[in-house]
């Protein structure tokens, strides 16, 4: 069974930066397309970052240039360091495969205000 769990949230103020992890058990994540997706309070959940193959990277449009996605095969762990967050960036995150996204986790919850 795939599990996915997401660490690293927290509430922070505009403008400061936060790095979440999510520990990957039951699948290897070494060749498979991984991403974080968020659901924001009375929105769908949306892809904001994907590490594909051979490393290539995906962002969404309104978060380009303040997010980076990495992982360590190692240990199995995904990781996307958030800079320069806005209020609008307030909602749960979450980890999961890039194509077909099986189960969910618990996500971690980000809260950006003044």
Do not use: H
Not at 8 to 20: A, N, T, Y
């Amino acid at each position: 069974q795939v599990q996915f769990v997401e660490s690293g949230g927290g509430s922070v103020q505009p403008g400061e930066s936060l790095r979440l992890s999510c520990v990957v058990s039951g699948m290897r994540i070494d060749n498979t397309p991984m991403a974080w997706y968020r659901q924001g309070p009375g929105n769908e959940r949306e892809l904001v970052a994907g590490i594909l193959y051979y490393g290539a990277q995906k962002y969404l449009e309104s978060m380009k240039g303040r997010l980076i996605i990495s992982k360590n095969n190692a240990e199995n762990t995904v990781y996307l360091q958030m800079n320069d967050l806005k209020p609008e960036d307030t909602a749960v995150y979450y980890c999961n495969t890039y194509f077909t996204p099986g189960d969910w986790g618990q996500g971690t919850q980000v809260t950006v205000s003044s």
